[in-house]
């Protein structure tokens, strides 16, 4: 005998007070709330999985993306002897920045046939890039891979970005996902402007500096802190400079935004 509240369905469960999810999207509202992952409206896009396992998963992207800022800060690339140091350097940031692009790849959900394609692009960079700092004899290892590393780290957040912007509900993951993409976004600055200081003439900031001075001079322009002990003499580089500020100010508006209207969305529902 079924209950007749079921409806004859013997799977039916009938709503009760003691309930108080039942009835709801958990899409929307789940029982974990702002801490569950998987709560994002499916989204009819030809290149994301909503269903992958490794999709808003930006905990693990920001942990890496955090250590390689803070390393890129700390340790400066050029020091050590210039048949070793420099190609265990150019080794060890190559390999970070493509497993960086390869997890943000796989954070954002992007469908399996696209992500194949996207790391077959990324694997050749890597190999050119493993190249010329382990084959090939050039003046620096150090600054001879940058343009190559750029074209990877410049990827990474716009992966991100693209997924963030399909988020209904601010989660946990939404606001790691907008952290991380920001620190990648002074990490390609980073790599930017030392491919200028070895492509132009004279030194980015004038005189010669450590590999360090750039990841600070890109986290202090992407905050607009500008202390002013550093500064961009190139016209590249004044360039690059002022496009990271206003990329910088444009992000945090952009998804601030983005994180209070969904935030008072789902507050306005669970109200209604």
């Known amino acids: 005998m079924t209950s007749p509240d079921a409806g004859g369905d013997p799977d039916a469960h009938p709503r009760t007070d003691a309930d108080p999810h039942a009835g709801i999207d958990p899409h929307l509202d789940g029982p974990r709330g702002f801490?569950?992952?998987?709560?994002?409206?499916?989204?009819?896009?030809?290149?994301i999985d909503p269903r992958s396992r490794w999709v808003d998963r930006f905990g693990l992207l920001l942990v890496l993306a955090a250590l390689?800022?803070?390393?890129?800060?700390?340790?400066?690339?050029?020091?050590?002897p210039a048949a070793v140091?420099?190609?265990?350097a150019g080794?060890?940031?190559?390999?970070t920045v493509g497993a960086t692009l390869a997890l943000a790849l796989r954070a954002s959900g992007l469908r399996a046939r696209w992500r194949r394609w996207a790391y077959v692009v990324v694997g050749a960079l890597i190999v050119l890039s493993l190249v010329v700092v382990l084959v090939l004899e050039t003046p620096d290892e150090v600054t001879s891979a940058p343009p190559l590393l750029l074209l990877i780290a410049a990827c990474a957040p716009v992966v991100v970005a693209r997924r963030l912007v399909q988020h209904r509900v601010v989660t946990l993951a939404t606001l790691l996902g907008a952290v991380s993409a920001y620190l990648l976004i002074a990490l390609a600055y980073y790599y930017a402007f030392l491919t200028v200081?070895?492509?132009t003439q004279g030194h980015f900031f004038g005189t010669e500096q450590s590999t360090t001075s750039f990841m600070y001079f890109s986290l202090t322009t992407i905050t607009?802190?500008?202390y002013?002990?550093?500064?961009?003499?190139?016209?590249?580089?004044?360039?690059?400079?002022?496009?990271?500020?206003?990329?910088?100010?444009?992000?945090l508006v952009v998804f601030v935004a983005l994180i209070v209207s969904l935030a008072a969305g789902r507050r306005q529902r669970a109200l209604g």
């Open 197 to 199: 200081d070895n492509v």
């Open 85 to 88: 140091g420099a190609q265990v």
């Open 35 to 47: 801490f569950a992952r998987r709560q994002q409206p499916p989204e009819d896009d030809p290149y």
């Open 91 to 95: 080794l060890v940031t190559t390999l």
């Open 224 to 226: 607009t802190l500008g």
């Open 228 to 251: 002013g002990d550093l500064a961009a003499v190139t016209p590249l580089g004044r360039l690059l400079a002022t496009s990271e500020a206003i990329i910088g100010q444009v992000y």
């Open 68 to 80: 390689t800022v803070a390393l890129l800060s700390l340790v400066d690339l050029h020091t050590g």
